[in-house]
């Protein structure tokens, strides 16, 4: 009995103490390497319908797009000069959208002949018909061709010409001196 409690404090006692280093050494390999793992892990493509403003004015911008059997407008998100910004999040699910955008500071749209609904204030619109009877305003949107792809960047550029993002029915009037 006498051999069985010595055996038992030492098991309590080896349990209560820190590892030596050889423990250590053996765990760091497996610490260090634990972020270079993590950053090799692979992670879930970004599939999104982005706008990039290419001009230099801020701009405002509406989308249209088919949610489901219904059509769906949205809008606005401001845009500084020269950047970009996400309006979809996602895989893209259909294959058109369309794009309505305001040059704040010089004047002037980037607009199309795709009728939809849209007003003055931040909105999220069910429908495109009878804008006008339902208190909206009708907008000329541009069709955007994603091409079935699932992710999709429209740049809208100061030079309105047959670039994707920029209908050439639709230039903005020469900037003022």
């Not at 009995?1 to 250590?24: C, I, Q, W």
């Not at 407008?73 to 979809?88: A, D, K, Q, R, V």
């Not at 999709?152 to 920029?166: D, F």
Request: charge should be positive; hydrophobic fraction near 35%; aromatic fraction near 10%.
């Amino acid at each position: 009995m006498t051999s069985e409690r010595s055996s038992s404090t030492s098991n309590s006692a080896a349990a209560g103490r820190k590892p030596g280093r050889a423990a250590l050494g053996a765990l760091l390999p497996v610490l260090l390497a634990a972020p270079v793992l993590l950053a090799l892990m692979p992670t879930p493509a970004s599939a999104d319908f982005r706008l990039c403003n290419r001009s230099t004015s801020r701009i405002g911008i509406a989308l249209g797009y088919k949610d489901g059997n219904a059509w769906a407008t949205e809008g606005w998100w401001n845009i500084g000069p020269n950047s970009c910004e996400t309006l979809l999040r996602g895989d893209l699910v259909a294959r058109f959208y369309y794009v309505y955008a305001i040059d704040y500071d010089l004047g002037g749209e980037w607009a199309g002949k795709a009728y939809m609904c849209t007003r003055e204030k931040e909105f999220t619109i069910r429908g495109i018909e009878n804008c006008l009877a339902r208190g909206y305003d009708r907008t000329g949107f541009f069709e955007v061709d994603t091409q079935e792809q699932k992710s999709w960047t429209v740049q809208l550029t100061e030079r309105k010409s047959q670039q994707a993002g920029a209908p050439p029915t639709a230039p903005l009037p020469p900037k003022k001196p």
